[in-house]
């Protein structure tokens, strides 16, 4: 959801907790974003519960691909090769790990003690 997304329109905040919102100064999620509970608290007709679902609605509303967040996992993904092995550490996408050695060295070690 955009900035400008009216607090009315977000799930889970009816139309009489949005407009103690707006006559508090929230009127949009850009205004919500990053405010705490404490700030809502102060909000008249607000408490625990309700600022707990202001927050909630809030969080979900950003978690829907519009925060920077995703950006970031996407960046990971895509650094996924043709291969379906992950270009960063050798992973496949199957979960297995074809480029580490991470359970080799030990073996290679216990033929080494073996030929001295």
């Not at 970031?72 to 992950?86: C, I, K, L, Q, V």
């Amino acid at each position: 959801m955009d900035d400008d997304t009216d607090v009315g329109d977000l799930s889970g905040i009816n139309e009489s907790t949005a407009e103690k919102l707006r006559d508090a100064g929230y009127e949009t999620l850009g205004d919500l974003r990053g405010v705490d509970r404490s700030a809502l608290f102060e909000v008249e007709g607000i408490g625990a519960t309700r600022a707990s679902e202001v927050l909630t609605a809030v969080e979900e509303a950003t978690d829907d691909g519009s925060d920077s967040s995703d950006s970031a996992s996407e960046s990971d993904s895509e650094r996924e090769t043709d291969d379906g092995t992950d270009a960063e550490d050798g992973a496949s996408s199957d979960g297995t790990d074809e480029g580490t050695t991470d359970g080799d060295d030990a073996s290679s070690d216990d033929s080494t003690e073996a030929e001295g």
